[in-house]
């Protein structure tokens, strides 16, 4: 059973030899890489072709930026595999990954199996373990009664903890959209509305990378609040869909975003206090117009 692994790259060179070594490294061989160069402008390009030229299973395709949906969606065009796993390119894998993986898949064939994974803070050096709490089969009636829980316990938004069974994901016509923020969310609310079972697993397979300088996510951008809000708007649909009461939830996730982008606002040093005061002129206008402030 061949796994496709999907990677974007922009501009990680300090990262993309680590990563690559440990897809390329694993144990299970059965594998194809797919790497979208979306239009990166350092030594990506010349990083990836010294790695192509020694490994044939790398799949190499370079375009100008464009996002990483665009990337995601022409790799999605490219993959020859039974599953597909999503990687960033500076984020590495645990030893022996793909072995405990394609063991999993082989044997249960689910549509997506979420796994465990540990986060690791680029600036402070610090540890996150997220690991689920047991290994379990779920059919579509118990994912959607033990949802609260396995969204305790798990990411159900990123794509990195988990890999997708590319036969479904072609039945349901599964693609990125064009957001730059969210797109991930908003892929697996899409396949969470159309699966059939769902395998989790209690080991952890990943280490991923966050408080990296430059990354899109310590950016501030005004555009990002209006793409969280629609992310929540497509959550609470998921939840109604699933018959599951929302309202709370829903609130809480609304203030957790307001709050994040009131600080981000108020932290950044680079910006005037003029600019300041429009940003949060512009949050108090969004949050009156969902009704949370009056």
Same mark, same amino acid.
């Given at each position: 059973?061949?796994? =496709?692994?999907?990677?974007?790259?922009?501009?990680?060179?300090?990262?993309?030899?680590?990563?690559?070594? =440990?897809?390329?490294?694993?144990?299970?061989?059965?594998?194809?890489?797919?790497?979208?160069?979306?239009?990166?402008?350092?030594?990506?390009?010349?990083?990836?072709?010294?790695?192509?030229?020694?490994?044939?299973?790398?799949?190499?395709?370079?375009?100008?930026?464009?996002?990483?949906?665009?990337?995601?969606?022409?790799?999605?065009?490219?993959? =020859?595999?039974?599953?597909?796993?999503?990687?960033?390119?500076?984020?590495?894998?645990?030893?022996?990954?793909?072995?405990?993986?394609?063991?999993?898949?082989?044997?249960?064939?689910?549509?997506?199996?979420?796994?465990?994974?540990?986060?690791?803070?680029?600036?402070?050096?610090?540890?996150?373990?997220?690991?689920?709490?047991?290994?379990?089969?779920?059919?579509?009636?118990?994912?959607?009664?033990?949802?609260?829980?396995?969204?305790?316990?798990?990411?159900?938004?990123?794509?990195?903890?988990?890999?997708?069974?590319?036969?479904?994901?072609?039945?349901?016509?599964?693609?990125?959209?064009?957001?730059?923020?969210?797109?991930?969310?908003?892929?697996?609310?899409?396949?969470?509305?159309?699966?059939?079972?769902?395998?989790?697993?209690?080991?952890?397979?990943?280490?991923?990378?966050?408080?990296?300088?430059?990354?899109?996510?310590?950016?501030?951008?005004?555009?990002?609040?209006?793409?969280?809000?629609?992310?929540?708007?497509?959550?609470?649909?998921?939840?109604?869909?699933?018959?599951?009461?929302?309202?709370?939830?829903?609130?809480?996730?609304?203030?957790?975003?307001?709050?994040?982008?009131?600080?981000?606002?108020?932290?950044?040093?680079?910006?005037?206090?003029?600019?300041?005061?429009?940003?949060?002129?512009?949050?108090?206008?969004?949050?009156?117009?969902?009704?949370?402030?009056?």
């Amino acid at each position: 059973m061949k796994i =496709s692994v999907i990677m974007p790259v922009y501009n990680v060179e300090s990262y993309l030899r680590q990563s690559l070594e =440990s897809i390329l490294s694993q144990t299970y061989t059965d594998i194809e890489l797919i790497i979208i160069n979306d239009g990166s402008d350092d030594n990506s390009d010349k990083i990836i072709k010294s790695y192509q030229q020694k490994d044939q299973r790398i799949k190499y395709l370079y375009q100008r930026n464009q996002g990483v949906s665009a990337a995601r969606n022409l790799a999605l065009s490219m993959v =020859s595999g039974q599953y597909v796993f999503f990687m960033d390119a500076d984020d590495v894998l645990e030893e022996n990954s793909f072995q405990r993986l394609a063991l999993h898949l082989r044997c249960d064939a689910p549509d997506i199996l979420f796994f465990g994974y540990i986060m690791d803070s680029l600036k402070t050096g610090k540890k996150i373990e997220k690991v689920p709490s047991r290994t379990c089969d779920l059919t579509r009636n118990e994912f959607i009664l033990n949802f609260d829980k396995i969204e305790s316990e798990v990411d159900i938004n990123s794509l990195w903890n988990k890999a997708y069974s590319i036969t479904f994901l072609k039945k349901i016509n599964a693609k990125f959209s064009k957001m730059t923020i969210g797109e991930d969310a908003l892929f697996n609310y899409y396949c969470f509305k159309n699966f059939k079972v769902i395998k989790i697993i209690k080991e952890v397979y990943y280490h991923y990378s966050f408080e990296r300088s430059g990354s899109a996510m310590n950016t501030f951008n005004s555009r990002r609040l209006l793409q969280k809000l629609e992310v929540v708007k497509e959550y609470d649909n998921l939840r109604t869909s699933f018959h599951i009461k929302s309202k709370c939830k829903i609130q809480e996730k609304l203030i957790g975003i307001f709050f994040g982008e009131i600080k981000s606002i108020m932290q950044n040093k680079e910006i005037s206090l003029q600019t300041k005061d429009q940003f949060l002129r512009q949050i108090k206008y969004q949050m009156k117009k969902i009704g949370l402030l009056t």
